[in-house]
């Protein structure tokens, strides 16, 4: 295995196994691959592209929380809509 094709590649595999090679490496099979910001797994269940996304609106709802004193409800919604 030479190369950096590990860094970018990957085979998803959805149904029969196999294995690929480029450029003389062998790509790394995985059970989740990103393509198109969409969390695609290899059982077709969308349920880890929805807890990806939860997990990053709670991010971004913990950290405006922290910023601002205020706790006024219709500024809080603003500063998380912008």
């Not at 393509?35 to 269940?45: E, F, G, I, P, T």
Request: net charge positive.
């Amino acid at each position: 295995m030479t190369g950096k094709c590990h860094e970018k590649c990957c085979v998803l595999n959805i149904g029969k196994l196999i294995t690929c090679t480029w450029a003389n490496c062998t790509l790394p099979v995985v059970p989740l691959a990103r393509d198109l910001r969409v969390l695609v797994s290899n059982n077709l269940c969308p349920s880890a592209h929805i807890n990806d996304i939860v997990a990053k609106a709670h991010k971004r709802v913990y950290m405006i929380q922290r910023a601002f004193v205020s706790r006024n409800i219709d500024l809080l919604v603003r500063a998380y809509c912008i």
